[in-house]
């Protein structure tokens, strides 16, 4: 947000908006280097969002990177080469979290029959040790005994 | 030859003794597992009482991950085939055991009960499908035969047969979202022999349909996506 009101200022950024920047995205980095050490985000999803904080640095550090990036484009306006950017950046994460997302819940749905599956034989396996022969015909006693 | 029939069951307290027992009658050779897929009521409870084996799933998974559930267990436990049918009382285990000898006797390695094939005859107290279920039918029945080059009419049948090559390729590849079409298509792409018998099917038992209008709408959309996207999926190779 607040990179995006510096921008306002156009090629000409306030060195007090580009301080501001600059220790918006160092702080943004030290608050994911924090979720990492609590356990609470895993190193491997954190990758991306140290990109996108260096990447602020960068464009705080460096305003003269958004033009070239913009003349690169072929847009006029950097406010909406930044626009563009942060825009499909976006866009693109939510698309890794859906996949992300579509990989646990397979992966949830086959622990899920696993359970089902390895509970289910121990069941069985119960009311055959319980002396029960006759698989399937008489196992009603075992059953209620074993709940 | 060893033969698993399993029963998907999500909340079907009141029907799931009865279609034990009707399968207990009907095919008494067979072994008998319910996939309780998360119920909240005392389905795997009745299916006790009722002598079958349950494997309960933790949460609603969906019927496809109930399915494949049974294809799973029916796959490691060494089962040649396996057959299953709706918990909700709509299929005669009769028609079902009719599925399981075609597929024993190796004419095919899937088959289906189709309650539109020509050879269904309607009864009294049969099933008679709703408008905008018969709307359904006949979209998916056309995009079906198109991606299949195979004639299809009861693509949504949840009464079916199948053999171990079969299993081994649903307990790896099945769409929890749906079930029924994709797998359809994906067994036919694979080259597997893909059968449909008509059977008869009655009207359910207990519960109601979760179609409504506009949830039909969203079906079928759904359904012509996942077969537009399984036209380009690549074909498996096959494990055993």
């Known amino acids: 947000m607040l990179v995006l009101a510096a921008e306002a200022g156009q090629v000409h950024l306030t060195s007090q908006t580009r301080i501001v920047a600059a220790v918006l995205a160092l702080f943004f980095m030290l608050m994911i280097l924090e979720l990492i050490r609590r356990d609470r985000l895993q190193e491997r999803y954190s990758v991306i969002w140290f990109i996108a904080g260096l990447g602020m640095l960068a464009g705080a550090a460096f305003p003269g990177l958004l033009e070239v990036v913009a003349n690169l484009m072929g847009v006029r306006n950097t406010n909406v080469a930044l626009f563009s950017i942060v825009l499909l950046l976006l866009l693109g994460l939510a698309l890794n979290f859906s996949v992300i997302m579509s990989r646990q819940a397979a992966q949830i749905t086959r622990l899920a029959q696993e359970r089902a599956i390895e509970k289910a034989l121990a069941e069985k396996r119960a009311e055959g040790a319980n002396g029960n022969g006759a698989s399937g015909e008489e196992p009603l006693e075992a059953k209620e005994q074993s709940l | ?119 269904a005859v309607a009864e009294s107290g049969d099933y008679r499908p709703t408008f905008s279920r018969r709307i359904g039918t006949s979209v998916f029945r056309f995009f079906l035969t198109l991606a299949t080059r195979q004639r299809f009419t009861d693509t949504t049948s949840g009464m079916r047969a199948a053999n171990r090559r079969v299993m081994a390729l649903f307990s790896q590849h099945y769409s929890p979202d749906f079930a029924e079409i994709e797998s359809l298509q994906l067994a036919v792409r694979q080259g597997l022999r893909v059968e449909e018998l008509p059977v008869r099917m009655l009207e359910r038992a207990g519960g109601s349909s979760f179609l409504t209008p506009l949830r039909s709408a969203f079906f079928i959309f759904k359904g012509l996506v996942v077969l537009l996207v399984g036209q380009f999926r690549p074909r498996h190779v096959e494990a055993e």
Not at chain 2, 8 to 25: M, S, T
Not at chain 2, 54 to 66: C, E, H, K, M, R
Not at chain 2, 108 to 113: E, K, P, Q, T
């Open chain 2, 1 to 119: 030859m060893r033969a698993l029939v399993f029963i998907p069951a999500w909340n079907e307290e009141a029907a799931i003794a009865g279609v034990i027992a009707d399968v207990r009658k009907a095919i008494p050779g067979a072994d008998l597992l319910v996939v309780d897929d998360g119920s909240t009521d005392a389905t795997a409870e009745r299916a006790r009482e009722a002598g079958a084996l349950v494997a309960s799933l933790p949460f609603n998974q969906g019927l496809g991950a109930a399915l494949q559930t049974g294809y799973l267990y029916a796959l490691r436990n060494g089962y040649d085939v396996c057959a299953h049918l709706d918990a909700d009382g709509q299929h005669p285990a009769e028609e079902v055991a009719r599925l399981l000898a075609e597929v024993t006797a190796d004419r095919a390695d899937l088959v289906i009960g189709s309650r539109y094939h020509a050879g």
